[in-house]
């Protein structure tokens, strides 16, 4: 006995035979679809950013650099994500942070598995002032190379999108990872602005006194500290403390932005 409904019917034919008909010309119609479609290297091409022209030539890139944008590269756009790269550092440079993100998203959709590419698209989007986009690049690229010496930026992003306590975090993994000093004096310059925005300027002038603000030997980044705890100190009403930090920068870069205008004004 039959008991799964596929038996045959009092004309000696297969029950269910119209659905399976049915279905034939449902496949007939799904191949039909398919074939109709662009491949899929070609519509991913198609949802990419233009290419932006580039400039002609091998550029002069460093090694370790250079060997990971062609890794990450498929063999016939290696060339064109070298240059793409190197343009766009040197818009940068140039101030000309709208090319320099229109060069790194192509390169982006080009090589997505680039390091060096991810990195350098969140520092022109930050640059250019999207901190959203800033954010999903250099948390991409922190997971892709294991490092946090860009969380200065991760964390001006969270403090400029109110997030103060993720913005702290940012700052001690770069602690407790032992990023370059330069840009944990960043971080913590960020850190202490986010504690002043709450009105807590005790607090902020903690925070940068994690960075030395008294060291053995200046490093070209402490004029940036001193501004920031000159500035701090006059709020408090610090004014002696003040000066002294002015003073500070003052003896070893002069014309640092308007450290002579706030000498005169607290000699006043």
Same mark, same amino acid.
């Given at each position: 006995?039959? @008991? @799964?409904?596929?038996?045959?019917?009092?004309?000696?034919?297969?029950?269910?035979?119209?659905?399976?008909?049915?279905?034939?010309?449902?496949?007939?119609?799904?191949?039909?679809?398919?074939?109709?479609?662009?491949? @899929?290297?070609?519509?991913?091409?198609?949802?990419?950013?233009?290419?932006?022209?580039?400039?002609?030539?091998?550029?002069?890139?460093?090694?370790?650099?250079?060997?990971? &944008?062609?890794?990450?590269?498929?063999?016939?756009?290696?060339?064109?994500?070298?240059?793409?790269?190197?343009?766009?550092?040197?818009?940068?440079?140039?101030?000309?942070?709208?090319?320099?993100?229109? &060069?790194?998203?192509?390169?982006?959709?080009?090589?997505?598995?680039?390091?060096?590419?991810?990195? $350098?698209?969140?520092? =022109?989007?930050?640059?250019?002032?999207?901190?959203?986009?800033?954010?999903?690049?250099?948390?991409?690229?922190?997971?892709?190379?294991?490092?946090?010496?860009?969380?200065?930026?991760?964390?001006?992003?969270?403090? =400029?999108?109110?997030?103060?306590?993720?913005?702290?975090?940012?700052?001690?993994?770069?602690?407790?990872?032992?990023?370059?000093?330069?840009? +944990?004096?960043?971080?913590?310059?960020?850190?202490?602005?986010?504690?002043?925005?709450?009105?807590?300027?005790?607090?902020?002038?903690?925070? +940068?006194?994690?960075?030395?603000?008294?060291?053995?030997?200046?490093?070209?980044?402490?004029?940036? +500290?001193?501004?920031? =705890?000159?500035?701090?100190?006059?709020?408090?009403?610090?004014?002696?403390?003040?000066?002294?930090? $002015?003073?500070?920068?003052?003896?070893?870069?002069?014309?640092?932005?308007?450290?002579?205008?706030? &000498?005169?004004?607290?000699?006043?």
């Amino acid at each position: 006995m039959d @008991t @799964t409904g596929g038996g045959r019917d009092g004309r000696g034919g297969r029950r269910g035979g119209g659905a399976r008909e049915s279905g034939g010309d449902t496949d007939r119609a799904r191949r039909a679809e398919r074939a109709a479609r662009p491949p @899929t290297w070609r519509r991913a091409e198609q949802g990419r950013p233009r290419k932006p022209s580039l400039p002609e030539g091998r550029p002069q890139l460093p090694g370790a650099v250079y060997r990971e &944008l062609i890794g990450a590269s498929s063999r016939r756009e290696q060339v064109d994500v070298v240059r793409a790269y190197a343009a766009a550092a040197q818009a940068l440079g140039a101030d000309d942070v709208a090319r320099g993100v229109e &060069l790194l998203a192509w390169a982006k959709a080009a090589a997505p598995r680039s390091v060096a590419v991810r990195e $350098l698209l969140g520092v =022109a989007c930050y640059r250019a002032g999207d901190f959203p986009r800033a954010r999903r690049e250099l948390l991409a690229y922190r997971r892709m190379s294991g490092r946090h010496d860009q969380n200065h930026l991760l964390a001006d992003c969270a403090r =400029a999108a109110g997030r103060y306590d993720q913005a702290a975090e940012y700052v001690a993994q770069m602690e407790r990872q032992g990023a370059p000093p330069d840009r +944990l004096a960043e971080g913590l310059i960020v850190l202490a602005g986010a504690r002043a925005e709450r009105g807590d300027a005790r607090g902020a002038l903690e925070v +940068l006194e994690r960075a030395d603000l008294r060291p053995a030997r200046v490093q070209p980044w402490h004029p940036r +500290l001193w501004y920031v =705890a000159a500035d701090l100190c006059a709020r408090l009403g610090e004014l002696q403390q003040a000066r002294e930090y $002015l003073e500070a920068i003052a003896a070893v870069e002069e014309d640092f932005l308007d450290v002579s205008e706030l &000498l005169r004004a607290l000699g006043d």
